[in-house]
C-alpha cells in the first residue's frame, strides 16, 4: 500500500470517483427503469425496440440500476467483490451506449468515457484497500 506524505491512500481518490460513477448511474438506470414500467410519457411512444418492448427494457434497466447500486455499496465498504461486478456493470454500460449512439450521440460518448475511467479506477485501485 502506497501512501503520500498527506497520509492519504494512492488512488483513493480514483476509487471515489467509481463509487460516485457507480451510484449515480445505479440511480438514474433505477429511475429510468421505473419510468420505462410506468409507460411513461417520457419516452417516445414510436420508439421502435430490436428486442422485446418499453417494459422489457424497464425491468433490465431497474434490475441492473439495482445492481449498481450494490457494487457502488460494495467498492465504498472496500469489498473485491463490488470491485470485480463493477467492472462487469461499467463495461456492459458503455456497450449499451453503443446502441444509443444515433440518437443521443454526445451523452453516449460522454457515458462511456465516465465508464472506461470507471474501469480503470476499479481494476488499478479498487483492492487497494484490503493490501496491508
Known sequence: MQVDPYGHQKGAGW????????????VMNVVYGITALANSRF???EAVFVFADLRTW????L???IAELLAAASVWRG???GR??????AGLNAVSHLGTMQAY???S?????FDVLVIYALAVYGGRRNET
Open 109 to 113: 460518448i460522454v457515458v462511456i468515457a
Open 84 to 89: 470485480w461486478v463493477g467492472i462487469v456493470i
Open 15 to 26: 476509487v471515489l470517483f467509481a463509487w460516485i460513477m457507480l451510484a449515480f448511474a445505479g
Open 58 to 61: 424497464g425491468w433490465i434497466t
Open 79 to 81: 469489498g473485491e467483490l
Open 105 to 107: 450521440p454526445f451523452w
Open 43 to 45: 419516452f417516445t411512444e
Open 63 to 65: 434490475i441492473f440500476g
